[in-house]
């Protein structure tokens, strides 16, 4: 990125108010350095300030994608990735992902699981401006049970080697349990993720089952919350989700078998819903081709139709929404394409951009610097070209990226 004045002023043709849920005509956005110190219409612009015109564009507060795996993808090897690659494979491409995903619009992820401290390595480069991506809140290692969706399953037992505990998060029992969460703090974790039950994308049996009980699942979120940690839950099935709701995390992640009782405990408690409503197009689409086994096939069946009209109750239910897509499991960058299926699936344009951006904020406990155009917050905003309450596909196609205050990307100026 090429050096950039101080002061910066962004004339906007629309911009998308996602705290009042309207659109405001002809803003000017005030920018001193990382932070946005005035909005409003007819603002006197000082002579020193790099006017940005976007005047026909309409303008929004950057993305933020609750649920990533920023540091992977996969390759088209389904056994490669897991016998032949070491964490240096991964940790030399994490960037390229991180670069696209910022590229996209999206100026925030929480990145919810990834081997060998990556994620917190990524993390740190891209604060320190080393590299271009998104601001970052990583889980590290993937809390599970033996044998839960967070461990290497369907390998014979007798191969005489074990994932050294750099890679995974497997553990068992309460105190096991706190113990990881604490190793995961100490080396880098902003939030904590577990497994409350099974998964699609592992070669356990089930789909949902439940992986730890209520007791572990407790002393994960409140271990967790002493150091000063939100906790979010991998979860399909409805024990699973309920078990994790009562034990007090943040947000569910996958949601999809929910029942009227799921939904009634979430509103009770404010729990958010984060569900990867696009993934199913792309797995049945391309894993089979991409090596996955069929087992992991037959699941997805299982899920993928469910999974959205569970996303459907729940928003007629009043649950609270925040944007997550799993990226990583279909190409980085591409995380937008999830905007179409919350707006089919009953969000109304304007608040599936609110759960991208103020929603997602508040369960990553940053609303005070993110999430909005408000004076006082960071200056992460992006650009499109038309309305996208008019037209929600048109986030997947950003044209303007400003990070912490610096342009990344313009492709606006005339
Ligand atoms: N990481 C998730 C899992 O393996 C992906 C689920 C994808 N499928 C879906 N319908 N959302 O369980």
Known sequence: VAAQSRLKAIKAGKVIDVVSGTVLNQQVILIDSNTIVNIGSGLAIPANAEVIDLSHATVLPGLIDCHTHITSQPSGDYYGDIFRKTPMDYAVTAHIYAKRTLQAGFTTCRDVGAAAFIDVAL????????????????ATLFIGSTGS???????????????????????????????????????????????AGAGVLSEEESVGAPQFSLEEMKAIVEEAKMWG????????????????????VASVEHGSFLDAEAIQ??????????????????IMSEYKRLGYPQKILDKEQLVGRTQRESFAKAVKGGVKIAYGT??????HGWNG?????MVKYGLTPIQAIQAATINAA??????????????GKWADIIAIEGNPLDDITLLEKVKFVMKDGKVYKNELKK
């Open 337 to 341: 394409k999830q905007f179409y299926y």
């Open 229 to 248: 940690r939100k906790t979010c839950a991998h979860a399909h099935g409805t024990d699973a989700i309920k078990q994790a709701i009562r034990a007090g």
């Open 362 to 375: 508040d369960l990553l406990g940053w609303k005070e610097r993110i999430g909005s155009i408000t004076k």
């Open 123 to 138: 993390r740190n480069a891209i604060n320190a401006g080393e590299i271009e991506g998104p601001r970052l809140q990583v």
């Open 326 to 331: 799993d990226a990583g499991v279909y190409p």
């Open 149 to 195: 969706h967070g461990d290497l399953n369907g390998f014979s037992p007798f191969l005489s080697f074990q994932l050294p505990k750099e890679m995974m998060g497997v553990a068992d029992g309460v105190d096991a349990l706190r113990k990881q969460v604490r190793y995961n703090i100490k080396y880098g974790a902003d939030v904590i993720k577990f497994g």
């Open 265 to 282: 405990l979430m509103k009770q408690q404010g729990t958010y819903l984060v569900a990867d409503i696009y993934n199913d197009d792309y």
